[in-house]
């Protein structure tokens, strides 16, 4: 993609697309309301933990793995994740998708700064959490190597690159990241991220796992939504996922339109996300949360 600064000219520049920065500006606005919630001034913790339960049901939704309804899935999650239920000793294929989406979207806490600056780490990490169920062990962690493929998303974004054009391709993924230190638009940077590993697949399985939980930690770590308290991946969940995925599919087409649309669709989903943290917020300051 070029020098960092290049890069960072070019993350710029996307602003201009028309529709583009003002969707960018509602997405801010929506977050920074959502940051002055009263419930956020001493109850973030616990507003976020609500928000990474109900991201992980939505980022699990969108693999397909939805095992007791929305708002069945959302409780069994929570009792998963404060101990109150345990996952099965031998899960189905479903549950085995749910735990990952579960464990990656925990690992988004710990992230950093630190973790933007070792981007291959974090991806390392982030897909560990997602897959370890998933895959043999020694295929989780790291990229694909030659001979090795990956089938998701294919109908709609046709096959994975080759193994082979992985270096380069995740070279850019972490030149974006690089401009969060510098200033750039956390949105359009997960937003960017989030398609090009998509697009990319750089894994065997748990792309979009991997991708979603990125995108959370870049609005976090990059100053959108410092609290962790929007729930960005009910956003893309809208719809069972429909215009998710035909944003992901005219981003994978290629082209400045492509990329305008999916840009689109990122800011519109931050903002619904933030109207989803406005919820937590408030069931976490009426003390509904069950």
Known sequence: MGSPTGVADQVQALLALPGVADGVEAAREACTQLRWHQALRRRIPEAAAESRVRGA????LLEGAEPAGSRGTVALVRDLVRGAASWPEEPNPVEQVLKGAVQVTAATESATAASLASPAQLL??????????????DQVGRPRRPGETCAE???FLGA????????????QVYDLLA????????LVVAALVHAELVTVRPFVTGNGLVARALERVVHRVGGLDPTGVA???????????ADYRGALTAYGQGGVEGVRLWLLHSAEAAVTGAGAGTAVADAVLAGRLS
Do not use: D, M, Y
């Open 179 to 186: 401009t969060i230190r510098s200033g750039g638009s956390a």
């Open 160 to 171: 994975a690159p080759g193994a082979e054009e992985l270096a380069g391709r995740l070279g």
């Open 231 to 241: 729930v960005p991946e009910l956003g893309h969940a809208q719809k069972v996922g």
């Open 124 to 137: 390392a990490r982030l897909h560990v959490a997602a897959a370890a169920g998933l895959l043999p062990a």
């Open 57 to 60: 049901t939505a980022t699990a």
């Open 153 to 155: 998303f294919e109908e």
